[in-house]
């Protein structure tokens, strides 16, 4: 099945600084990988996704890259603020079938100094 | 996207007793999972609940401790029973269009502790 790695387990930059958090997949199948944001007590929150037909993929401050050939992906959180603080998930899956599941990275915890 | 509502949102539990939580969400969709996510830890893949049938169970989950439903295309069930304290974590509902959209959204979680 899929293996998620994700780097690193704990970030720790100043406000305004960028971000960025790697993931790699095991399964070359895997076409599909998203983010997601989970603040303490809440539910993970879908922030952006890439699926293998596209190299790159922004929205705002937000960005995504993904290498098919080197099977990684990573976040790049740029201008960041005290409120970008979360635990940060990449996930893998191979969309378009019946067995569509997403397999996750441990996360990532980001914390952003003011 | 859709909404996603979880029900109950945390609750304290006797060992040996049973807890039935709900997810509702608010459109149809092809695909719903449950998840356990233990304090500080990422999410696990308890199954897939599949409309009218028997839900698909991932390695280390079995239907007797965690039966599932899945009465309709916006309602599910997912029961812990037997628990015990190993079963105090986080419970979590994710639903997608699965083959049409795969973006999956989740519920905000139901916090079970087992004492």
């Known amino acids: 099945g899929e293996n998620v790695e994700q780097h690193p387990s704990t970030l720790s930059v100043q406000e305004g600084d960028s971000a960025v958090i790697k993931c790699t997949y095991s399964d070359s199948a895997s076409n599909y990988f998203p983010w997601y944001k989970q603040e303490l007590g809440k539910g993970p929150q879908l922030i952006i996704d890439i699926r293998s037909n596209v190299g790159e993929k922004k929205d705002q401050r937000i960005a995504v890259t993904l290498n098919k050939t080197a099977k990684h992906f990573s976040l790049h959180i740029t201008e960041t603020q005290p409120e970008d603080s979360a635990v940060y998930f990449c996930?893998?899956?191979?969309?378009?079938?019946?067995?569509?599941?997403?397999?996750f990275g441990k996360g990532t915890l980001l914390t952003v100094n003011p | 996207s859709a909404v996603i509502s979880q029900k109950p949102s945390r609750d304290i539990c006797q060992r040996g007793t049973s807890l039935t939580i709900q997810c509702q969400v608010d459109s149809q969709v092809t695909m719903m999972f449950w998840y356990r996510q233990q304090p500080g830890q990422s999410l696990t893949l308890i199954a897939t609940?599949?409309?009218?049938?028997?839900?698909?169970?991932e390695s280390g989950f079995v239907i007797d401790k965690f039966p599932i439903s899945r009465p309709n295309l916006t309602f599910s069930t997912l029961t812990v029973s037997n628990m015990s304290p190993e079963d105090s974590s986080i419970y979590l509902c994710?639903?997608?269009?699965?083959?049409?959209?795969?973006?999956?959204?989740f519920g905000q979680g139901t916090r079970l502790t087992v004492v």
């Open positions: 994710s639903a997608s269009q699965g083959m049409r959209d795969t973006e999956a959204f």
């Open positions: 996930a893998a899956a191979m969309s378009g079938g019946s067995n569509y599941k997403l397999t």
């Open positions: 609940a599949n409309q009218g049938s028997e839900a698909t169970y």
